[in-house]
């Protein structure tokens, strides 16, 4: 790749030297609508050090990157703070062709390394254990499940700069590289959708670990993650946003998901949204035909309901139905209220099933599902809006009491 690629410096001692991936948009399940970055960082120390890869086919780009400052060989360690291929894919290509002196990782680390790439040597590193630079020295946070049992924080105290690997990531593929050079909507809605879809199952370590970083101490001035960009001058509004994202307080906002098949369960999805509306509630009505699952998983994120409909097909739900409700289910919402409905032929389990999947969510049903044979008529409807009014109800005594 020549010297195509530039680093781009971060701080007083550190690069960002990771590559742009602009072309992709499907990150395991989650649609990246925007692109991602697969951020890597060079620490020009006595000890020169690399944080984290890139993902397997953006290697060129990154050693390019690294060579606009220094001789990719003249790299004494690298430090793997996530283990997923996004951030390791490249690892073992590059320990061949560098020969760094060192690597390092957490535990669970070098434990899914080896188990990946067949990796061997790699040094265990565990929380508030140092790591001289020789000028500098490194510590770190075990982070597990933040995002995978092997994750870690490094901070790089000189620069007072923390290598967040997951944490405060975000998929956007940009030209810059810092949070004050993007819109901040953009920003919002990103790490929003970031957060739903990669961190919600893991929100009460989110809790946890913001507590942890604030009793550490630890002056943190640039947070930089492994996605996205580089955390300068919105920390703590970003912060703020993780604390409030993990606490999932319920909101009056109502989230209704359905599918259709001759647009008779859209007519009750509809209806129940006239319902909610009336009731006081904001709603926001996705119809999965048309609908990403994680757009769903963004509108979930600050929802108080989650009120789901599917027709019956060949005795079940709609395939669109289950699929984003088999997703939601893994992201472990919290503290929703909801219920279930659908229009059926002749045997009608879908709502019931719904329901079934609802509750498995630990969704707390207001309702018994609501069944309308073949097309809804004007009782049919109505019996609709009460139930939106219900769950509007219920929303306002559910979000006065938290
Ligand atoms: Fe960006 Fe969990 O990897």
């Known amino acids: 790749m020549g010297n195509v690629f530039k680093a781009v410096k971060v701080s007083d001692h550190v690069y960002w030297v990771g590559a742009i991936d602009w072309g992709i948009r499907d990150f395991h399940g989650y649609t990246t609508k925007r692109g991602s970055t697969y951020n890597a960082y060079l620490i020009l120390a006595d000890k020169v050090t690399l944080v984290d890869t890139v993902r397997a086919p953006f290697k060129d780009e990154l050693l390019s990157r690294i060579a606009s400052v220094v001789d990719p060989g003249n790299i004494d360690y690298i430090v793997s703070n996530h283990a997923e291929m996004d951030h390791s894919g490249s690892l073992s290509r590059i320990i061949e062709e560098i020969k760094p002196e060192k690597v390092f990782a957490s535990a669970m680390g070098v434990k899914a390394l080896k188990e990946h790439f067949g990796l061997d040597g790699i040094h265990p590193l565990k929380s508030a254990d140092n790591l001289s630079l020789g000028n500098m020295q490194l510590t770190f946070m075990?982070?597990?499940?933040?995002?995978?049992?092997?994750?870690?924080?490094?901070?790089?105290?000189?620069?007072?700069?923390?290598?967040?690997?997951?944490?405060?990531?975000?998929?956007?593929?940009?030209?810059?590289?810092?949070?004050?050079?993007?819109?901040?909507?953009?920003?919002?809605?990103?790490?929003?959708?970031?957060?739903?879809?990669?961190?919600?199952?893991?929100?009460?370590?989110?809790?946890?670990?913001?507590?942890?970083?604030?009793?550490?101490?630890?002056?943190?001035?640039?947070?930089?993650?492994?996605?996205?960009?580089?955390?300068?001058?919105?920390?703590?509004?970003?912060?703020?946003?993780?604390?409030?994202?993990?606490?999932?307080?319920?909101?009056?906002?109502?989230?209704?998901?359905?599918?259709?098949?001759?647009?008779?369960?859209?007519?009750?999805?509809?209806?129940?949204?006239?319902?909610?509306?009336?009731?006081?509630?904001?709603?926001?009505?996705?119809?999965?035909?048309?609908?990403?699952?994680?757009?769903?998983?963004?509108?979930?994120?600050?929802?108080?309901?989650?009120?789901?409909?599917?027709?019956?097909?060949?005795?079940?739900?709609?395939?669109?139905?289950?699929?984003?409700?088999?997703?939601?289910?893994?992201?472990?919402?919290?503290?929703?209220?909801?219920?279930?409905?659908?229009?059926?032929?002749?045997?009608?389990e879908s709502p019931r099933q719904i329901g079934d999947m609802l509750a498995e969510m630990k969704v707390n049903l207001v309702a018994e599902p609501l069944k309308v044979k073949y097309v809804p008529d004007g009782d049919d409807l109505n019996r609709c809006v009460l139930l939106g009014r219900n769950v509007a109800k219920r929303l306002k005594e559910v979000a006065r009491h938290e």
């Open 142 to 348: 075990e982070t597990r499940m933040l995002h995978w049992p092997d994750s870690m924080f490094s901070y790089l105290e000189e620069d007072r700069l923390l290598f967040s690997q997951d944490a405060f990531g975000m998929h956007l593929a940009s030209a810059e590289r810092f949070d004050d050079r993007i819109d901040a909507a953009v920003l919002d809605y990103e790490a929003a959708t970031y957060y739903a879809n990669i961190l919600m199952p893991y929100s009460a370590q989110v809790l946890k670990l913001l507590e942890d970083v604030k009793k550490s101490g630890l002056d943190i001035r640039i947070v930089a993650p492994d996605h996205g960009p580089v955390w300068r001058s919105k920390i703590d509004a970003i912060t703020e946003s993780y604390a409030q994202w993990a606490r999932q307080r319920p909101t009056n906002k109502a989230v209704i998901l359905y599918d259709t098949m001759w647009h008779s369960t859209e007519l009750m999805a509809r209806a129940i949204g006239e319902g909610l509306v009336a009731g006081g509630a904001r709603v926001k009505i996705m119809p999965m035909a048309s609908s990403h699952r994680s757009d769903a998983a963004y509108e979930i994120l600050d929802a108080g309901a989650i009120v789901a409909g599917s027709p019956t097909l060949n005795n079940n739900v709609f395939p669109t139905m289950a699929d984003v409700l088999t997703y939601l289910k893994g992201l472990r919402p919290q503290n929703l209220i909801g219920a279930a409905f659908g229009s059926y032929g002749w045997s009608g």
